[in-house]
């Protein structure tokens, strides 16, 4: 299969298990296909788990799912060295981060030293246990899950963990026929379809390698460093988006790109990834958040003007 019917077909399938939203599952796919991470988010019950499991379920590769809790320990998402009682034989059990996809189910409901145990998987694709780093298999990539409504009982994700996510993405209610439609799905038990792999970690890796041939032209790499720029420079953002943030709205546009069958990158690419690569990475001023101004508008406004370039077709 081509990239193209790679990812068609894991969209299909993921749609066999979640309705109406196509524009999310796509997002999900770009985070893929540009070997990124996804923090999905929204209010309980509108299948942000459904949605990670499906995808799972579509790529014939290991899957490892852990539900964050209080109690949960570093060591159960590195996992740890035991030294055996009667030989003294070292030996590494590996935590739940030993996989190809991992869904970091409520991340914000364990304790800021665990969630600081993803950081080196994220970023490195490797986890260092007693001094000694080990590769994480490939390809990788975490899928954590928050409610951002309610907080008791919850640690806020500190900037750095935050700022290795290549997207946040919010599920949304249903439309109206979208939720009759779920109900029907469910009118017997909640029983779903069951869901088969269509696409191999192979064809993953075959899709990264894809997407590094998609042009981003030197125009279309300066509107988004002066959309990134812009943010730094902003008198309602305390802190603006770093050189990690910019990267992550290049790729993620050349993973449009590649999603709608371009091989180069189009200002339009940038402008519809830049609110999922970019706010979550803003931090407000003090009298801005009092204002009750959003990094959602604050970003709409910076990309409107933002001078868009022109660039034709490779």
Do not use: W
Not at 83 to 104: D, K, Q, T, W
Not at 201 to 217: F, K, Q, T
Not at 283 to 311: F, G, H, Q, W, Y
């Amino acid at each position: 299969m081509n990239h193209s019917e790679i990812l068609s077909a894991i969209r299909r399938n993921i749609e066999t298990v979640i309705v109406g939203k196509s524009e999310t599952v796509d997002l999900l796919l770009i985070c893929l296909a540009c070997g990124g991470h996804a923090l999905i988010e929204d209010v309980p019950g509108t299948g942000k788990t459904s949605m990670v499991s499906a995808l799972a379920a579509s790529v014939d590769c290991a899957f490892n799912r852990i539900q964050f809790t209080p109690d949960v320990l570093p060591s159960d998402v590195t996992g740890f060295t035991m030294i055996h009682p009667v030989s003294g034989e070292e030996r590494f059990l590996p935590g739940a981060v030993m996989c190809n996809i991992l869904l970091a189910d409520e991340l914000n409901r364990t304790s800021p030293k665990t969630q600081s145990a993803l950081l080196q998987a994220m970023q490195e694709g490797a986890v260092t246990v007693d001094g000694v780093t080990r590769e994480l298999p490939r390809p990788f990539m975490v899928c954590a899950t928050q409610n951002p409504v309610e907080q008791a009982g919850t640690y806020q994700l500190p900037e750095a963990q935050l700022d290795r996510f290549l997207m946040r993405i919010s599920m949304g209610y249903p439309g109206k026929l979208d939720e009759a439609a779920i109900l029907e799905r469910n009118r017997q038990g909640g029983r779903t379809a069951a869901v088969s792999p269509v696409a191999s970690a192979e064809d993953v890796l075959a899709l990264r390698n894809a997407l590094d041939g998609v042009v981003c032209s030197a125009p279309v790499v300066n509107y988004i460093v002066d959309i990134t720029q812009r943010t730094r420079n902003h008198a309602d953002v305390a802190l603006g988006v770093s050189p990690r943030g910019a990267i992550a709205l290049m790729r993620a546009s050349m993973g449009r790109a590649l999603l709608l069958g371009r091989d180069y990158v189009l200002p339009d690419d940038a402008q519809k990834m830049a609110r999922h690569t970019l706010c979550h990475r803003l931090i407000l001023n003090a009298e801005t958040v009092s204002r009750d101004r959003s990094a959602e508008k604050i970003l709409s406004d910076i990309v409107r003007s933002a001078t868009v370039p022109v660039v034709s077709g490779a």
